[in-house]
Antibody, heavy 123, light 105 residues
Framework: QVQLVQSGAEVKKPGASVKVSCKAS????????ISWVRQAPGQGLEWMGWISAYNGNTNYAQKLQGRVTMTTDTSTSTAYMELRSLRSDDTAVYYC????????????????WGQGTLVTVSS | EIVLTQSPGTLSLSPGERATLSCRASQSVSSSYLAWYQQKPGQAPRLLIY???SRATGIPDRFSGSGSGTDFTLTISRLEPEDFAVYYC??????FGPGTKVDIK
């Protein structure tokens, strides 16, 4: 069965970086993409972007451009999301999710989600 | 970038009542790429509807989706206690709408 297992909770100081991992199993990793979504406490879902595990192409939310990098390691079927220059409003639960892509476009809704990783930014 | 607006922000209803949730896009969205999700506290979102009107696996038939172009609707025909949650619309791979909270009146 498809599983996405994320790394554990992190506490970071303002200005630091965080790297969240998402290990996939139960499917051919390079046949899909990974989308990242975050949710601040009491707030809605914020789409952060996606990465194709096939060719590494990425698409980031404009708001996060320059601070976020999404990568994959196909040898371990793991996706990573790194966010730099952390601020208090980056405190959120971060989710990875599997998506289906074709010609650089996501063509499927999100069925499979990771369990979420809480990132707390506090001095 | 397409911006999705959802209304109302909060819907207060009783079990057994009908819920009608709206999702409006800033420009036309392909119906094939419009999804609705349900989220409960402490849980990841769950896919309810894809392609604007197709129910995901295991979703009860009291949930239905409709619409095209810029206006989409999620309808819950008779609210069950487990349906009180937050609902989001999304064009695949793009930002979500702000959500509609369905709470108990």
């Amino acid at each position: 069965q498809v599983q996405l297992v994320q790394s554990g909770a992190e506490v970071k100081k303002p200005g630091a970086s965080v790297k969240v991992s998402c290990k996939a199993s139960g499917y051919t990793f390079t046949s899909y993409g990974i989308s990242w979504v975050r949710q601040a406490p009491g707030q809605g879902l914020e789409w952060m972007g996606w990465i194709s595990a096939y060719n590494g192409n990425t698409n980031y939310a404009q708001k996060l451009q320059g601070r976020v990098t999404m990568t994959t390691d196909t040898s371990t079927s793991t996706a990573y999301m790194e966010l730099r220059s952390l601020r208090s409003d980056d405190t959120a639960v971060y989710y990875c999710a599997r998506v289906t892509m074709a010609r650089g476009v996501i063509i499927s809704p999100t069925v499979y989600w990771g369990q979420g990783t809480l990132v707390t930014v506090s001095s | 970038e397409i911006v999705l607006t959802q209304s109302p922000g909060t819907l207060s209803l009783s079990p057994g009542e009908r819920a009608t949730l709206s999702c409006r896009a800033s420009q036309s969205v392909s119906s094939s790429y419009l999804a609705w999700y349900q989220q409960k506290p402490g849980q990841a979102p769950r896919l309810l509807i894809y392609g604007a009107s197709s129910r995901a696996t295991g979703i009860p038939d009291r949930f239905s989706g409709s619409g095209s172009g810029t206006d989409f609707t999620l309808t819950i025909s008779r609210l069950e206690p487990e349906d009180f949650a937050v609902y989001y619309c999304q064009q695949y791979g793009s930002p979500f709408g702000p959500g509609t909270k369905v709470d108990i009146k």
